[in-house]
């Protein structure tokens, strides 16, 4: 089945934009085992302390890369089996909204305003 070029591109986008913030999901979760391990004592490294680290390890991990992963699935089964793509504005909004709301989180995480202690795990 063909598809558009715009929409090909709004799944490539979804699957691959959270895979760039995978890396600074696998940053944190690095700095934590140092946090925890001893290695690194002080209360921040690279501005970024170990509260900020847990919550965007966890969130980006947990709900980001899902979510965005489970929307490009999603697109590409109803795809396959309705045989047409959805209108052109409902998953392009779909999409810039998704980027725009990570954005934000992840800028309020960044500059501290957002420290939940949210994670996979129990630390």
Known sequence: ???S???KN???ITLFFP???FILGIYNGLMQVLYRSGILSQASFLK???YQGLTMHGVI???VLTTFFAVAFGHVTITHYLKKEP???SYKIGMWLMIIGTLMDAYTMLIGKAQV???FYAP
């Open 48 to 50: 970024l302390n170990y």
């Open 61 to 63: 991990n947990a709900i």
């Open 117 to 119: 202690l949210y994670t």
């Open 10 to 12: 709004t799944i490539l």
């Open 1 to 3: 089945m063909k598809v």
């Open 87 to 89: 209108p052109k504005w």
């Open 19 to 21: 895979m760039t913030l």
């Open 5 to 7: 070029k715009s929409y």
